[in-house]
C-alpha cells in the first residue's frame, strides 16, 4: 500500500551511526528499492512500472545518465534508479487544496525532504506579489502572464532561463530557441555546476566535450581508474559493466579520499553467484588521495611512464605521439622538472603509491579513467582534467579498442541538453545552422552561466527567471545569497514535476507550471508522443512514460516550451519596439520555415569552430582569459539586442502536436542527426558521431590532440581549518531527499553529519558524536574575508584523510562562497570548502 505523505520534519537530532559497509548492492539494495517504491506508489504500480525501466519500448530511467547495456535484463534498473522512479510515478499528490492549506511561511519552514515528500504537482498555480498563498491560475493566464512579463523587459538579457539535465532533447531544443528568440544566450543549466571543467578541458585537448569510449570500451579495458566517483550510489548500473571487465582481466583502481563500498565490493543482485557468494571485489587498489590531489597524481603517472621510457624504452607510443598530437617536448620537459616531493605533500600519498599506480598504467594494454564530481568541482579541476588526457596521450589511449576517457554524466540528459543548443556561450555554426533553420537571428554575444545569472540577480539586473526542471535554489552554491537574489526577480516561474525549494524562495510574483515526467504517458495530438535522450557515451534513444499522467491537468515541457513560443513569436511580432522589425531576405512572406539542410562540417558538435569557440557540446572555450571574455561579454549585455531583427518561424502548434517534426528541426540543424527519427524508432540507438572515438580526428585548431603543460596546484589547508566536500547520500538524487538514511556509510536518520578523521577530532579538541556549527572561511579576491555558517552537525569518526571533511550537499551549500569557482570552467568549488569546526554555545 502507498503511504501518506509526511506531516512532519524527522528529528535528525536522533541519527544513529554504524560501521560502514564494504559491499555495494545485493539483497539489501533490493529490498530498500521495493520498500521505497510501495511506500510512493503501492505494490500493482510498482511492478508495473518498474519492468519498463529502460526496457526498448518503455522509458530511460530518470536516474543517470550510465549507458544501458544492448542485452537487457528483464529488470533493468538499480536500487537508486527505482528510488528516482519511485519519486516521480508516486501517488501522492501536491494540488489547490494542498497550497490553500499551506501558506509560503509555512512551506518554507519545512526542509528539502518534506517537500519532496509531498508528491505530484498537478495545477498551474500563481503567487501574487505579497500574498500568502499560491492560487491556482489557468493555463492560458499563466502563459500570457509570462509572454507580457517577457514582452516588457527593456533587455531580453534582463530574463534568465535555468535547464536542469532531465529536459529531453526535443524539449530542450524548442527551449533555447525560445531563448533565443527573444534574443538572449543567457542560458545557464545544472552542468555548469556538474560537469562544466570536464567539457573544457577536453575540448580544449582533444576537440570534443565529451567522452571517448562506449559501454563495450569498458567491457574491453584492461585498466580502468575510478577517480572522484562514487558508483555505488549515483551510477549503481556501473558496477555491472566493472563487473564485466574485471571477469574478463581487467583491473581496477579506485582513487578516492573515501572508501566507497561500490568500489571496493559489489554483489550483482542480477546473478547468482552476486547474492550467494558475497559478490565480486571490485577495486584491486584503494588509492586514499587527499582532496585536490588528483592533478598531482596525473603528474607523478606521467613522469614514472616518462622515466619508464628513459630506462628501458617501450612505454611510449611514438607513433600515435607523432601522428595525432602536440606539445610532447614541452610536457616531457616540466614533468622532468617536477618533484617527486611536491607529489607526495600534494596528495598525501608516498611515493611508492604513486609509482605503484604508474607501474599499472605502464603495463596495461588499454586504460579508461572514469571520472565525476570529485574531479570537476575543485578550483583546478581544468588543469587537472588535462592531467588526464596528458596520460592517456602518452600511450596512444584515446580512438582505440578498451580506452579512452569518461567522464560519467549525472542527470540522464545532461548531455543531450547540451548538444541541441542548452548552452550559455553557443559556437557561431551552431547559431549560423539555428538562423538558416528558423528564419530569425540569434543573438550572439555569451549569456550568463549558473553563477554570473546570480550575481546578475542579486545585483537587480534580472527581471525574469524561468526554470525548466531542477531546483535552482537549493542546487546552487551560497543559498543566503541565492535566496537574496530570488527574492529581486519580477517573476520567477519553475516548471516542475515536484515541491521542492525553488517554489517557495520565489521572486516578487511565481508561477509553479507542473509537467509530464519521464514515466508518464504523453499524449499530444491525438496520439502518444516519444522523446528522446542522450546518455553519457553519446547514444541517443527513445524513452516513451506509459503511467497515466497524475492529472488531467499537466503539459508537457514541449507543450509549454511551444505555446509561449506561438504567444511570443506566432504572430511575427516582435518582444521590444526598438527591434528592426524587417524580415530576413532569407524568408519567405508566408513565414514559413525555410528547410535548408544545413550540413556545413563546422557544426560538427566536437569541432571548434574557426574562432576557437566550442560547438554547443559541453565545453567551454579555450584556455584561462576565455572565461573572463565570456563574462565580460555578458556584463556588457545588449550588444545581441539589436541583432534580433525578428523571432524564429515555425508552426508551433505543429511541433507540439507531433515530436518527430522536432526532431526534423534538429536533424536539420545539427551534424550526426542524419535519419534521426528512423535511428531511433524501434528501440534503436543513434551513436552520435565521435571524432577521437571514431577515428582519431581531432576538432583542435591544429587537427591534433594537445599535451599540455599544467602548473602544479593542490589546496593548501590553513592551520586548525578543514577541507571540506560536498557530496550525496544514498537516499538522495540531488536535491530530492529519498530519506535521512546513508546505508553505505553507516548513517542513519539523520543528515546534518560531517565526516572527520579521528585523529582530526582529537586534535582540532573536539569528540566524536559532539554537534557543531561548521564556519567556513573564504578570502574574497579583493582581501575581504568572510565566514558562513551551517549550524548544528554531528561530528562523525571516519576514514577520510587527515585535513579533509565530508558532509552532504544540498544542507552545505550555504558554506560554498559564490566566486569560488573552477578557473575556465566556472563550476563552484563544491568539493573544496575551508572551514572549521565550532562549538555551539
Ligand atoms: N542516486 C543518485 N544518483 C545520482 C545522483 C544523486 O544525487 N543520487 N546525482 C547525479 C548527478 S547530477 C551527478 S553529477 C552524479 C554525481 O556522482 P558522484 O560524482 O559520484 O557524486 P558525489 O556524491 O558528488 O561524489 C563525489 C565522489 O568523489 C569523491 N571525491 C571528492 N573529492 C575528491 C577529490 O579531490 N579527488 C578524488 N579522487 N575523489 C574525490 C568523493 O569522496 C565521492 O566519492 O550522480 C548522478 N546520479
Ligand atoms: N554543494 C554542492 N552543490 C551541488 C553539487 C554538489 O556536489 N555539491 N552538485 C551539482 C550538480 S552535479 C548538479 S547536476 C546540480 C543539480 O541541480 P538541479 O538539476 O537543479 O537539481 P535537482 O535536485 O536534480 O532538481 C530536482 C527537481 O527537478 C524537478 N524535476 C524532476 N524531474 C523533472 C522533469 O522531468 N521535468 C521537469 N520540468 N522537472 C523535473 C523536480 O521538481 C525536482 O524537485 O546540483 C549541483 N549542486
Ligand atoms: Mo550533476
New binding site residues.
Given amino acids: 500500500m502507498a503511504t501518506k505523505p509526511p506531516t512532519a520534519d524527522i528529528d535528525e537530532t536522533r541519527v544513529h551511526v554504524a560501521r560502514p559497509k564494504k559491499v555495494a548492492v545485493g539483497v539489501p539494495a533490493v529490498l530498500r528499492a521495493l520498500q521505497i517504491a510501495n511506500e510512493q506508489m503501492g505494490v500493482a504500480r510498482s511492478v508495473q512500472t518498474l519492468r519498463q525501466v529502460n526496457q526498448k519500448d518503455g522509458f530511460d530511467c530518470?536516474g543517470c545518465a550510465w549507458p544501458e547495456e544492448d542485452k537487457r535484463h528483464i529488470a533493468e534498473f538499480c536500487e537508486n534508479g527505482a528510488k528516482a522512479v519511485a519519486e516521480?510515478a508516486t501517488l501522492r499528490r501536491v494540488g489547490p487544496e494542498f497550497f490553500s492549506a499551506h501558506s509560503i511561511d509555512d512551506l518554507r519552514s519545512h526542509d528539502d525532504w518534506w517537500l519532496?515528500q509531498q508528491g505530484r504537482l498537478t495545477h498551474p498555480m500563481i503567487l501574487e506579489d505579497g500574498a500568502s498563498h499560491y492560487r491556482p491560475v489557468s493555463w492560458s493566464d499563466a502563459l500570457q502572464l509570462i509572454a507580457d512579463e517577457l514582452r516588457r523587459l527593456d533587455d531580453p538579457d534582463e530574463a534568465v532561463f535555468y535547464t536542469?539535465?532531465?529536459?529531453s532533447n526535443e524539449a530542450a531544443f524548442l527551449y533555447q530557441l525560445l531563448v533565443r528568440g527573444i534574443g538572449t544566450n543567457n542560458l545557464p543549466d545544472?552542468s555548469n555546476?556538474?560537469h562544466e571543467s570536464s567539457g573544457s578541458a577536453l575540448n580544449e585537448t582533444i576537440g570534443i566535450g565529451k567522452g571517448t569510449v562506449s559501454i563495450d570500451d569498458i567491457h574491453d579495458a584492461d585498466l580502468l581508474i575510478v577517480a572522484g566517483q562514487n558508483p555505488g550510489t549515483n551510477h549503481p548500473r556501473m558496477l555491472s559493466a566493472l563487473e564485466k571487465a574485471k571477469q574478463r582481466g581487467a583491473t581496477i583502481v579506485a582513487v578516492n579520499p573515501l572508501p566507497e563500498a561500490g568500489l571496493l565490493r559489489f554483489e550483482n543482485p542480477q546473478t547468482v553467484r552476486g547474492v550467494a557468494f558475497g559478490g565480486t571485489k571490485l577495486a584491486d587498489d584503494f588509492v586514499q588521495i587527499r582532496l585536490g590531489g588528483d592533478q598531482a597524481l596525473f603528474q607523478a603517472i606521467g613522469k614514472h611512464l616518462l622515466e619508464a621510457e628513459a630506462s628501458g624504452g617501450g612505454v611510449l607510443d611514438h607513433e600515435f605521439i607523432a601522428a595525432h598530437t602536440s606539445g610532447f617536448d614541452e610536457y616531457r620537459q616540466a614533468l622532468t622538472d617536477a618533484s617527486w616531493r611536491e607529489f607526495v605533500a600534494a596528495t598525501g600519498l608516498p611515493e611508492k603509491t604513486l609509482r605503484r599506480v604508474g607501474e599499472l598504467v605502464r603495463r596495461s594494454t588499454a586504460t579508461i579513467v572514469c571520472w565525476a564530481?570529485g574531479l570537476t568541482?575543485h578550483k583546478h579541476s581544468v588543469p587537472t582534467l588535462r592531467e588526464i588526457v596528458n596520460v592517456l596521450l602518452l600511450q596512444g589511449n584515446i580512438g582505440r579498442r578498451g580506452a579512452g576517457v569518461c567522464p560519467v554524466r549525472?542527470?540522464s540528459n545532461?548531455q543531450g541538453d547540451r548538444t541541441v543548443g542548452i548552452y550559455e556561450k553557443p559556437s557561431a555554426a551552431f547559431l549560423d545552422a539555428l538562423d538558416a533553420e528558423f528564419a530569425f537571428a540569434a543573438p550572439r554575444a555569451h549569456g550568463f552561466d549558473t553563477v554570473q545569472a546570480i550575481r546578475a540577480m542579486r545585483d537587480g539586473r534580472v527581471r525574469f527567471f524561468m526554470g525548466?526542471?531542477?531546483?535552482?535554489v537549493?542546487?546552487?552554491?551560497d543559498t543566503r545569497v541565492v535566496e537574496a537574489a530570488m527574492g529581486r526577480v519580477g517573476l520567477t516561474v519553475q516548471?516542475?514535476?515536484?515541491l521542492?525549494r525553488s517554489h517557495v524562495v520565489t521572486g516578487r510574483r511565481a508561477i509553479i507550471l507542473p509537467?509530464l515526467?519521464?514515466t508518464d504517458r504523453d499524449k499530444r495530438g491525438g496520439r502518444e508522443q516519444k522523446v528522446t535522450v542522450e546518455d553519457s557515451m553519446g547514444a541517443v534513444h527513445a524513452s516513451r512514460g506509459r503511467l497515466a499522467p497524475p492529472s488531467e491537468d499537466l503539459l508537457s515541457?514541449v507543450a509549454i516550451v511551444a505555446r509561449l513560443c506561438a504567444l511570443l513569436f506566432g504572430d511575427g511580432a516582435v518582444l521590444s519596439s526598438s527591434r528592426d522589425q524587417e524580415m530576413s531576405p532569407t524568408q519567405d512572406a508566408s513565414g514559413a520555415i525555410r528547410p535548408t539542410p544545413v550540413t556545413s562540417p563546422d557544426l560538427m558538435t566536437e569541432r571548434t569552430s574557426a574562432a576557437g569557440a566550442p560547438g554547443p557540446t559541453d565545453a567551454a572555450t579555450a584556455a584561462g582569459s576565455a572565461a573572463e571574455a565570456a563574462g565580460s561579454s555578458a556584463d556588457e549585455g545588449g550588444v545581441s539586442r539589436s541583432s534580433v531583427a525578428h523571432p524564429p518561424r515555425a508552426d508551433w502548434a505543429a511541433l507540439e502536436a507531433d515530436y518527430a517534426l522536432i526532431r526534423a528541426h534538429i536533424e536539420r540543424v545539427l551534424p550526426g542527426f542524419d535519419g534521426y527519427e528512423e535511428r531511433v524508432d524501434k528501440g534503436r540507438t543513434l551513436h552520435l558521431p565521435n571524432g577521437p572515438r571514431d577515428a582519431r580526428r581531432f576538432a583542435t585548431p591544429d587537427g591534433r590532440a594537445r599535451f599540455t603543460v599544467n602548473p602544479l596546484e593542490y589546496p593548501r589547508i590553513p592551520r586548525g581549518r578543514l577541507l571540506l566536500q560536498?557530496?550525496?547520500s544514498h537516499d538522495q538524487?540531488?536535491?530530492?531527499i529519498y530519506g535521512k538514511d546513508d546505508r553505505y556509510r553507516g548513517i542513519h536518520g539523520g543528515r546534518r553529519v560531517v565526516l572527520v578523521n579521528p585523529k582530526d577530532i582529537v586534535a582540532l579538541g573536539f569528540a566524536d558524536g559532539e554537534v557543531v556549527d561548521l564556519v567556513s572561511e573564504w578570502r574574497r579576491p579583493d582581501g575581504a574575508f568572510e565566514e558562513r555558517r551551517a549550524e548544528e552537525f554531528r561530528v562523525v569518526a571516519y576514514r577520510t584523510p587527515r585535513g579533509n571533511a565530508a558532509a552532504y550537499?544540498?544542507e552545505?551549500?550555504v558554506l560554498?562562497p559564490l566566486d569560488s569557482v573552477a578557473d575556465v570552467s566556472g563550476t563552484?568549488t563544491?568539493k573544496s570548502v575551508v572551514v572549521r569546526l565550532e562549538r555551539r554555545v
Avoid: D, L
Avoid at 536542469?164 to 529536459?167: A, L, N, Y
Avoid at 537549493?474 to 552554491?477: D, E, K, L, V
Avoid at 516548471?495 to 515536484?498: A, D, L, Q, R
Avoid at 538524487?733 to 530530492?736: H, Q, S, V
Fill in positions: 530518470p516521480e519532496g536542469s539535465g532531465r529536459t545544472c555546476m556538474c564530481m568541482q549525472g542527470h545532461v525548466m526542471g531542477g531546483n535552482f537549493s542546487a546552487t552554491p516548471v516542475s514535476t515536484k521542492n509537467t515526467g519521464r515541457e560536498t557530496i550525496r538524487y540531488n536535491t530530492t550537499y544540498p552545505t551549500n560554498v563552484p563544491s
